[in-house]
């Protein structure tokens, strides 16, 4: 009878700490929405050249401006140097790893930038025969940062790549993460910096 009392005990308390380390586990995943192991999709070992933008500060939050809660916002001013020797055109990413979503969110993939270009203003429209693919609002070109309400602080990382061919042969309608795939394969150098938002 001691030792069928001793078995359930041990039992019991092996089934609680399991319970309790799973409901922990939910609980924290509930609270923790950010999302923090998403891959690159860009080879190691490619040249870094330099990204700026003057109406953004690295690691800082953006301002309202560029968000795109109300409608999709104004995209930042980006400019870029040092691009490597072979670069043949240009591609722009902004991609939110914190997103809740356990893949990310792209906000804005462009492509076929021509390789001449190492600027763009604020609110630009690209030049030809550049193409805006589909972010994953389901809209064409850039749509701003609005992270749900009380949730992490998010990192909007922005980056050019350059592409050692003239065009990557891809229509308006790929979404960011197939174009990020073609754009990885095609990448000889890319340039990037990241600032945040939260609400």
Known sequence: MHRITRRFTVVATVVALVLGTAVGASAATVLHFGYHK????????????????????????IPARFWGCEDAGVSPALRWSGAPAGTQSFAIQLFDQ????GSGFWHWVAWDIPATTTSLPTGALLPAPAVNGTNDGETAGYTGPCPPEGDVTHRYTFTVVAINVPSLG?????????????IGHAAIGSASFFATARQ
């Open 98 to 101: 914190d997103a809740p979503t």
């Open 170 to 182: 891809l229509p308006a309608t790929t979404h960011g993460a197939v174009a990020g795939f073609v």
């Open 38 to 61: 998403v891959r690159a999709g860009l080879p190691t070992g490619i040249k870094h050249f330099t990204l700026t933008s003057t109406d953004l500060r690295a690691g800082k939050p």
